[in-house]
């Protein structure tokens, strides 16, 4: 309609817990008539400016998104659809991205000698065969803190359909363990080969992020 927009997805990039970021995302008048753009359901961590607010047949405008990542919950991959519009309720809906990272910039070397170090007892989880039409199926990997501080995880997750994952702590102290839990819904995979991954996210400063694999070969 009488926008037009230089990007449908505003890829935020890495920020660090804590750290605000701005990008901008251009747009257009291509209309004959003044129009006032906005950018509505948003969430709580993301608000966005406009300049101009009103704006000109054949003109340009600016949207200013700012991701304030401290009120974020979320660590990882981050994403979110908020919706650009005119008050006439014209618009489309816009993918809003970022990548939430620890920020351990202010760890001293007394910190680092006492931090979590978080061991997966594998990087690579194997169910075997597996049946399409055989129900839910799980399987269970351990994360052992083998640093001196509390392991804190800070989330588990996968962008893979048909395969959840759940951690049984929150908080790791020191020679502890936590169970991992994947379970999958063999009926929600294609292809002939289950190779999913998981982020292992915890405040591990030596290594935050970890990718725990999980395989298999499905049956029809």
């Known amino acids: 309609g009488s926008l037009r927009l230089s990007k449908d997805v505003v890829m935020m990039g890495e920020i660090k817990k804590g ?3 701005t990008v901008f995302q251009e747009g257009y008048n291509h209309s004959t008539d003044t129009i006032y753009p906005r950018v509505n359901s948003l969430p709580d961590y993301v608000s966005v400016s406009v300049s101009p607010e009103k704006v000109a047949p054949g003109e340009q405008f600016s949207f200013i998104y700012y991701f304030n990542s401290a009120r974020c919950e979320l660590y990882g991959l981050v994403s979110d659809t908020a919706k650009v519009e005119l008050p006439s309720g014209e618009g ?3 993918s809003i991205i970022a990548l939430v990272k620890e920020n351990f910039d202010k760890l001293s070397d007394k910190d680092f000698a006492k931090a979590p170090i978080a061991r997966l007892e594998t990087l690579s ?3 075997g065969r597996v049946s399409r039409s055989g129900g ?5 990997c351990l994360l052992k803190n083998e640093g001196k501080n509390p392991l804190k995880i800070r989330r588990v997750y996968t962008g893979d359909s048909g395969i959840s994952v ?6 790791i102290k020191s020679g502890k363990t936590a169970v991992i839990r994947v379970e999958i819904d063999p009926s929600m995979l294609r292809g002939a080969l289950l190779n999913g991954r998981i982020s292992v996210i915890t405040n591990d400063p030596s290594s935050p992020v970890q990718t725990l694999r999980v395989v298999g070969e499905l049956e029809p």
């Open 136 to 140: 839910m199926i799980s399987g269970d």
């Open 19 to 21: 750290q605000l970021k």
């Open 125 to 127: 989880l194997d169910l």
């Open 166 to 171: 759940t951690a049984d702590k929150k908080e």
């Open 92 to 94: 489309c809906p816009i």
